[in-house]
């Protein structure tokens, strides 16, 4: 009899360890108060404050161009990405910027190859409606910039999206396989569809994403 229970209860334990366990790190949440974490490609970073939270600020490390900050702590496939950014056009920058802002995924050591999406916040309210046209894009670098994305298939890789200059702005990304979505401020629909993300089922590391002419901050960055 004793030799039965102890048989049942080996194969109870044996039951339960077999049973995979949902672990709580697959969500990340970065709160990007701290430079602790992230590489700087063409970019000086610092934290400060903006409109009452702690942010990362990035200004240009170099030439002219595009500005990163990888967070080595990412391998990224599939998933949902959010963050909140806020973007404007440097001072010293003339009237054709447009504060681009935004999230780099799947992206290879220093940054050689990534996805991208990114907001011209100044286009939101623009009195142009082609301006307004061209809110929200995506871009896959360094093989698909805007331009040709723009020129080949126009309107497809970038659209409206209502936009407050200088403001905090809720952006989310949904991706699975070579399709991705972008949302902003919480809104239930996506304001842009990609369903050939241009380098194909990747992977790789997130950055925060700006153009050197913007005056760019980024805080509160979950990856799920």
Not at 27 to 54: I, P
Not at 57 to 72: N, Y
Not at 152 to 171: F, K, M, Q, R
Not at 193 to 201: F, Q, R, S, Y
């Amino acid at each position: 009899m004793k030799r039965s229970i102890l048989a049942i209860s080996s194969l109870i334990c044996l039951v339960f360890l077999s049973v995979p366990v949902v672990r709580s790190d697959s969500v990340k949440t970065f709160r990007l108060d701290s430079l602790d974490g992230l590489e700087m490609v063409n970019a000086k970073g610092e934290v400060v404050t903006y409109r009452g939270r702690r942010a990362v600020h990035l200004t240009p490390g170099g030439k002219d161009g595009q500005m990163l900050a990888i967070v080595t702590d990412t391998d990224f496939k599939d998933g949902m990405i959010e963050l909140d950014v806020a973007g404007s056009p440097a001072a010293k920058d003339p009237g054709s910027a447009r504060g681009f802002i935004g999230m780099a995924f799947r992206a290879q050591p220093h940054a050689a190859r990534y996805e991208c999406f990114y907001i011209r916040p100044t286009n939101g309210r623009a009195d142009d409606q082609l301006r307004r046209n061209h809110s929200a894009q995506y871009t896959s670098e360094p093989d698909y910039p805007w331009q040709r994305l723009r020129n080949e298939n126009p309107g497809v890789y970038e659209s409206y999206v209502d936009l407050e200059t200088g403001a905090w702005t809720h952006i989310k990304v949904e991706v699975s396989g070579v399709k991705a979505r972008l949302y902003v401020n919480g809104s239930a629909q996506p304001c842009l569809i990609v369903n050939d993300l241009k380098a194909g089922e990747s992977h790789g590391q997130l950055a925060l994403w700006a153009e050197s002419s913007t005056d760019a901050y980024f805080s509160n960055l979950t990856v799920k």
